[in-house]
């Protein structure tokens, strides 16, 4: 799981539902490999930047990055 900023609660993941993942992989595999990439990358930055996007943290989760 991508880490990010520590919250309050000293927690530092994103909590994900497993369905999110699932539907999220489904889409990921239908693009060709080059967008597939591109998404991954994008999300990865926008989680290393801060944001605690489910479903950026979903897709990263799903293509196993």
Not at 22 to 43: H, I, Q, S, W, Y
Request: proline share 5%; net charge positive.
């Amino acid at each position: 799981m991508p880490k990010t900023k520590k919250s309050k609660a000293g927690n530092d993941e994103i909590k994900v539902p497993s369905a999110l993942v699932v539907r999220m992989a489904d889409r990921m595999f239908k693009l060709n490999p080059t967008m597939r990439e591109a998404r991954l990358a994008k999300g990865k930055a926008r989680i290393a930047d801060g944001h605690r996007g489910k479903n950026d943290a979903a897709i990263v989760k799903a293509l196993g990055g």
